[in-house]
Structures are given as structure tokens and as C-alpha cells.
């Protein structure tokens, strides 16, 4: 299945010809990673697959999925966006807490500076230069 945006911005539309053989291909790999062997309803998973146009905002977003119905792709892009817009970002709930307890140990009240310790602190955590007790 695949979708791409028309004129208006809506409707279907087979995928740009430029990426037929590449999507199609990538979503037989991705299938097969998934569900193995499987097809139709003995799959354990779905993926939806976009292809759009990178920083540029000239041209549609195509996609393709490993079978799921199209009203079931809006579904998943609907509860997608709620998540992305309303979820908060753990990153920055643990960098606050951080900061916070710094502030405790080091006897510092500066938001700014005690934010960049966290975050430098984060990083290297991150990176692997330290470890934790």
C-alpha cells in the first residue's frame, strides 16, 4: 500500500516513481526482519514506512506498510502526533532534577549554570566516560 500527497496536499497517489523500487524494497526487508516468514494476519508486527523530501519543503511524503489498512495508518499517525505533542521530555525532567540536586550539594542557586553541569554530566554519562556508582 502506499500514499502520497496530491495537489491539494491530500489524496491518494501511487509513490514518486523515483522511489517505487527502493521503498518497495526496503518494506519486503523490514517484513521479513519483523515477521519472519509470516504474511497477512500471522504477523506480529506492522510498520508504516515515509519517504519525503529532506530539509526542503518542495515535494509529497510517500509511504508504504507492510499491509495495514488505511485508515488504520491515520489512526497510528493521530495517536503518533498526540504523543508527540503532548508527551513530556524525560531528558528534560531528569536534567531539572539534576540541576536541582546539584544545587543542593554545591550550595549554588544558579539555574543557567547548574543546567549546564547537568547536561554536560548527561553526555559523558552517555558517552561512557563515567559510569554509575
Given at each position: 500500500m502506499?500514499?502520497?500527497q496530491d495537489?491539494?496536499?491530500?489524496?491518494p497517489n501511487p509513490i514518486d516513481p523515483r522511489y517505487v523500487e527502493r521503498m518497495n524494497r526496503l518494506a519486503k526487508y523490514l517484513d521479513s526482519q519483523f515477521n519472519g516468514l509470516a504474511k497477512g494476519p500471522a504477523r506480529k508486527v506492522g510498520f508504516v514506512l515515509l519517504c519525503f523530501p529532506f530539509l526542503h519543503g518542495d515535494g509529497p511524503v510517500?509511504?508504504?506498510?507492510?499491509?495495514?489498512d488505511r485508515?488504520?495508518?491515520?489512526?497510528?499517525f493521530e495517536e503518533q502526533i498526540y504523543r508527540?505533542?503532548?508527551?513530556t521530555n524525560d531528558d528534560a525532567i531528569l536534567?531539572?532534577?539534576m540541576a536541582a540536586?546539584?544545587?543542593e550539594v554545591l550550595g549554588n542557586d544558579d539555574p543557567d549554570a547548574l543546567l549546564t553541569v547537568a547536561k554536560i554530566a548527561m553526555?559523558?554519562?552517555r558517552e561512557g566516560v563515567i559510569h554509575s556508582a
Open positions: 502506499s500514499q502520497q495537489d491539494s496536499g491530500f489524496g510517500n509511504y508504504i506498510s507492510n499491509g495495514i485508515n488504520d495508518v491515520a489512526r497510528l508527540l505533542r503532548n508527551q536534567l531539572a532534577f540536586k546539584l544545587g553526555l559523558a554519562y
